[in-house]
């Protein structure tokens, strides 16, 4: 039994989805037997933990802050072992544009892009080079945030004229922005659970909108606006294929005991990798938990088995 | 903290749940809700709003009143009243239409706006919200036509939502909604064989909106409501919250109860926190919406009721309406003041005469949606336009509310606001090459526009020289 802290909630726009996921990672750390501190993430986060002395901190955070490396920035400091991935994977992941240099790199297909700071339009004339770069990308083009998670500020450009507004409503979020050229085709998600035998890649889940043309942000997490199939129902391949790069995104990345990979499956059934989520959603409608059940691994086996690789990974004196 | 442990300890060691799965409990639960919910939308926009209520936020979002102006002396002397004088029945269960000597404060208030009511003609309510709430329930089918203004009160549309109504949005301008437009959709309506159940307005310092429907306007909906046998339900609360003019007659004394129901609330002239609203409505109407109330909640706090009651008695409720109006006048003023100063010239907003809320409009490429989480990095917060339309409009306007917050706050709050629409035009001039555009000032021409020109009625800022700074 482990004195386990929950960080949750913070400061983020995802603070009420990171909320349901704690909690419910609080229920199954109890049914484990483990000793819960819930510690709603805010000013106080070094006072109650230094207060509560946990053996070890489930970061249940989504978002800025709990998903970028800030938070595992000052449990290192603090010499609290915690789950999930390190600092340097979380910004790797965080940042989509950087994300999508390193997949390129390494040879993982994903959509072309172009990204922008607000000062590379504002002081370097960067929009001069908008005509081209829709010429290249073709339309419709998603226009979204680097560093949000889920699908908050994500806009879609269906000609030249909507570029300048979607480009200010990402901007909203954050001070650089990606052009991505759309992907027409199913939208899949690839959990990863790091396991004894390293990494390993559950089925693949399709996430079918029932109304709306996008997965929104709504849709994510709401029951009965998304219909999740898994594992989702492919062509022959398609999910080994799948499985092969998001395990090698997870592995690009860095990213260490949990993860979720997003990919596209175009209508040539080529795939693509969008981006990877660090510390993906546990709750009651997310992908994660239902990927592991379909390969047979309870909510509570899986936070267990969260919980145990993040202390086998940093055993304390 | 050994103890706590120990305590947990024992806790954990009583049966617990089995663990659960997840797509079981998707499942599991996605197939026992009605089809209802499916419309019912909790939105995103809903979880951003969660973050506005950090104590750091400068928040012009809420509808809220400000109760710290009330006196708290009142407040013990209201609750020792109803100890010596009624303490059992304060504690018990009342009839479903409400208390009669409550009915006779809602008779006084009604009287200070010009209505006479009767008693049989009034249910006591769990605030105005369930007075929306039980005529949708008793009036429409999933499918029937509910009309109302464009943009209209947030809180209805959930409930609209909940009860499948089909809304048609009238648009409004400076003298509140169109009736013109109203009567060529009626006309539309009844080509296709539908008819609405009821038109639902916010005639005074609409919410909103902040404008207030003319008097030839109020005539006309009257006249059109008897016309075509329409019900038209009149949403109140802040008639009596008037910071200059002469009120126009309400709807409900116009058309004598007819095909007028009318929403009345304690909510902003006394408290919220009591939930107490009250409905008169045609007698058949109010039969049906009883029985609605009594499978609701049985009837309405008769604490709350008595509480107003006492109050009654105890001073006069026009003193601490007037001492609210004096401070709202202030603040809505400070606003007025902080958006002529703060915003950028391609901004509009209304000018209310009383009421808690501005709406402010601005260019059409800038999705306040998304502006909120711009301005929400300055810890400032306003209400999205989107959530006044259940058809999509609204993007490029903000609701802003000045009874919440002082003027030190509401200055400052407008200024963030202000500097974050300046960034985003600024950017999307420099997008779209059109920074002159910005950096100029562009004709006042809405001070020379007829009113009724737009959809509401707008105000641009006042002609005077920029100022220095803005990034």
């Not at chain 2, 007698?283 to 009883?290: D, F, S």
Request: aromatic share 6%; glycine share 8%.
């Amino acid at each position: 039994m482990s004195r386990v802290a929950v960080l949750k909630g913070g400061r983020s726009l995802e603070r009420q989805v990171s909320l349901r996921s704690g909690a419910r990672v609080e229920d199954a750390l109890e049914r484990l037997g483990h000793d819960v501190v819930p510690v709603d993430v805010g000013v106080d986060l070094i006072e109650r933990l230094r207060a509560e002395a946990p053996d070890i901190c489930f970061v249940a955070l989504h978002g800025r802050d709990g998903e970028d490396g800030t938070v595992q920035e000052l449990l290192e400091i603090l010499d609290l072992p915690y789950t999930g991935s390190g600092v340097p994977a979380c910004a790797r992941a965080m940042d989509k544009v950087l994300t999508k240099h390193m997949l390129v790199e390494a040879g993982i297909p994903t959509p072309d892009f172009f990204a922008f700071t607000q000062m590379a339009f504002r002081e370097l004339g960067a929009a001069d080079t908008l005509p081209a770069i829709e010429q290249r990308l073709d339309f419709p083009i998603v226009v979204k945030p680097s560093s949000q998670g889920s699908a908050l500020g994500i806009k879609f450009a269906r000609a030249a004229s909507d570029v300048p507004a979607a480009l200010v409503s990402a901007f909203s979020y954050d001070a650089r922005v990606l052009l991505e050229r759309y992907v027409k085709g199913r939208d899949l998600a690839v959990s990863v659970l790091d396991g004894e035998a390293g990494p390993l890649a559950l089925p693949v889940v399709e996430a079918v909108p029932r109304e709306e043309d996008f997965y929104d942000f709504e849709a994510r997490y709401e029951i009965g606006r998304t219909e999740f199939i898994c594992p989702a129902d492919l062509p022959e391949g398609v999910s080994d294929r799948a499985a092969e790069l998001a395990l090698a995104t997870y592995d690009v990345l860095g990213l260490h005991g949990f993860g979720r990979v997003d990919l596209m499956l175009d209508e040539t059934d080529e795939l693509y990798v969008l981006e990877a989520d660090p510390i993906p959603g546990l709750t009651d409608t997310s992908l994660l938990p239902m990927a592991a059940e379909a390969a047979d691994i309870g909510f509570d086996d899986l936070v267990g088995q969260i919980l145990e690789l993040a202390l086998a990974r940093a055993p304390r004196v | 903290m050994r103890r706590a442990a120990d305590e947990e300890d024992f806790v954990s060691s009583d049966p617990r749940p089995p663990s659960r799965s997840t797509s079981r409990d998707l499942e599991r639960y996605a197939g026992l809700f009605a089809s209802r919910t499916k419309v019912m939308k909790s939105s995103a926009m809903r979880d951003i709003m969660a973050v506005t209520a950090r104590p750091e936020v400068i928040s012009l979002a809420g509808g809220l009143p400000d109760t710290s102006s009330f006196p708290p002396e009142t407040f013990a002397a209201v609750t020792a009243r109803i100890a010596e004088q009624a303490c059992a029945k304060a504690l018990q269960y009342g009839p479903t239409e409400g208390l009669p000597e409550t009915k006779d404060c809602i008779a006084e208030v009604m009287a200070a706006e010009g209505m006479r009511v009767d008693h049989d003609d009034l249910i006591v309510t769990t605030g105005g919200q369930q007075v929306i709430d039980l005529v949708t329930k008793t009036l429409i089918d999933p499918g029937d036509v509910i009309v109302a203004e464009g943009p209209t009160y947030p809180g209805a549309v959930p409930v609209f939502h909940a009860y499948q109504a089909d809304v048609v949005q009238i648009d409004m301008d400076g003298e509140g909604m169109r009736v013109d437009q109203l009567e060529q959709r009626l006309d539309q309506l009844d080509r296709e064989g539908r008819k609405p159940k009821f038109i639902y307005t916010v005639p005074s310092f609409q919410n909103p909106a902040g404008v207030t429907m003319s008097l030839p306007r109020r005539k006309r909906l009257v006249e059109v409501a008897a016309e075509r046998e329409l019900l038209v339900l009149e949403d109140n609360p802040y008639g009596l919250l008037r910071y200059e003019g002469e009120a126009p007659e309400p709807l409900y004394a116009l058309d004598g109860g007819v095909y007028v129901m009318y929403l009345g609330t304690f909510s902003k002239i006394l408290s919220p926190g009591i939930r107490l609203g009250w409905v008169a409505a045609p007698p058949p109407v109010l039969e049906k919406i009883n029985l609605g109330k009594q499978e609701a909640d049985l009837c309405t706090s008769t604490l709350s009721q008595l509480m107003v009651q006492a109050y009654f008695e105890i001073g006069d409720w026009r003193d601490y309406v007037r001492s609210l109006t004096a401070i709202y006048r202030s603040r809505r003023d400070a606003m007025l003041d902080a958006l002529a100063d703060y915003f950028p010239p391609q901004a509009e907003w209304t000018r209310p005469g009383g009421g808690l809320f501005i709406w402010a409009t601005l260019p059409d490429f800038i999705d306040t949606d998304d502006l909120l989480v711009r301005a929400l990095r300055d810890n400032v917060a306003f209400v999205p336009g989107s959530g006044a339309y259940l058809d999509g409009r609204g993007h490029s306007s903000m609701r802003l509310n000045f009874s919440g917050s002082d003027e030190e706050r509401i200055r400052e709050g407008v200024r963030r606001i202000g500097e974050a629409i300046k960034e985003q035009l600024e950017l999307y001039g420099t997008l779209t090459g059109e920074l002159e555009a910005v950096r100029s000032e562009p004709e006042d021409e809405a001070g020379t526009e007829e009113p009724g020109g737009r959809v509401v009625e707008l105000r641009r800022r006042e002609d005077r020289p920029r100022r220095a700074g803005g990034s």
